[in-house]
């Protein structure tokens, strides 16, 4: 069972092919078995979140807030790491902007 804040390594399927491949990505939540997950870069000219390897990415990353996806528990080859409380709350300020502009 995976845990909103925890990074893990998960089978992507990606929007422009039927390929897949391993990339790590933080759990946002679940529900009804579905896992909404952003993903996570070592590009680090992307936009977003940076997550360093001192907090336990394998390299350098940037959790980017505009790459949201949903994947099932299948998908999710192992948990990497938890995020930090400080860095779950910055996740959560960066999303909650992007989600204001829904506002009627």
């Excluded at 390594?9 to 390929?19: G, M």
């Excluded at 996806?69 to 299948?74: D, L, R």
């Excluded at 998908?75 to 999303?95: R, Y």
Aim: cysteine-free; overall charge positive.
């Amino acid at each position: 069972m995976s845990e909103p804040g925890q990074v893990i390594l998960a089978k992507v399927q990606f929007a422009d092919s039927f390929e897949t491949k391993k990339r790590p990505a933080v759990v946002l939540f679940e529900e009804f078995s579905n896992i909404i997950v952003a993903g996570i870069t070592s590009n680090l000219e992307m936009k977003g979140i940076p997550l360093t390897k001192k907090e336990g990415a394998i390299k350098d990353s940037v959790i980017k807030t505009n790459y949201i996806f949903t994947i099932t528990e299948e998908a999710i080859e192992k948990p990497l790491f938890k995020l930090s409380k400080h860095k779950k709350e910055l996740l959560h300020k960066e999303l909650a902007k992007k989600l204001e502009k829904l506002e009627p």
